[in-house]
């Protein structure tokens, strides 16, 4: 019987063939398109046609790699994500839960201000989690959300935050 703190063996991952290299490409493409179309005219001023006219791709395309616009927008949201995963990483064992709070915070807010289509891909999340439309930016099953829920639960834990405020409010008053 296999001990489980043994370690397993590494699996190749395979290499990815052709088709599988071009059709990431032409989804970076797409991504990147919009991404500068947004930057130039404003996200509300770009439509799916814009898109795939400046990235020379059909529609048809788009829809086989982004159901709409806003999952565009979304996808550019993860590198917010990405930044506060760095930032975490740098947390040492003598942060407080404020002080981790307040790096995730600091990191968020630099990554928005460093960058247009953050700010852009940031709002566009925000509106539509505040009309309902999709839960996104406050979902504490998406990597960010789940990072500061776990700080915050860690610093209530250990009476570094307050428990009379639910840690979900918390998590969220940070989010905003």
Known sequence: MPSINKPSK???????????????ESKKKIFDCA?????????DNVTIADICNEAGV??????????????ISAAGFTLLEDA??????QFTEKDTAKDR????????????????????????QYVREAQG??????????????VI???VLDGQKNGQLRTDINEHVISRIVFT
């Open 84 to 89: 506060v995963r760095a930032c975490c990483a």
């Open 35 to 43: 991404q500068s179309l947004f930057t130039a005219y404003g996200y």
């Open 133 to 146: 439309i999709a839960p996104f930016v406050f979902d504490h099953n998406r990597p960010l959300g789940r």
């Open 10 to 24: 590494a699996v190749k991952k395979p290499k990815a063939t052709k088709r599988q290299l071009q059709a990431a």
């Open 149 to 151: 829920l776990d700080v």
């Open 58 to 71: 059909s529609v048809g395309l788009f829809y086989n790699y982004y159901h709409s616009k806003s999952d």
């Open 101 to 124: 709070l307040l790096m995730m915070a600091k990191t968020m807010l630099s990554a928005i201000a460093d960058s247009y289509n953050m700010l852009s891909n940031a709002r566009v």
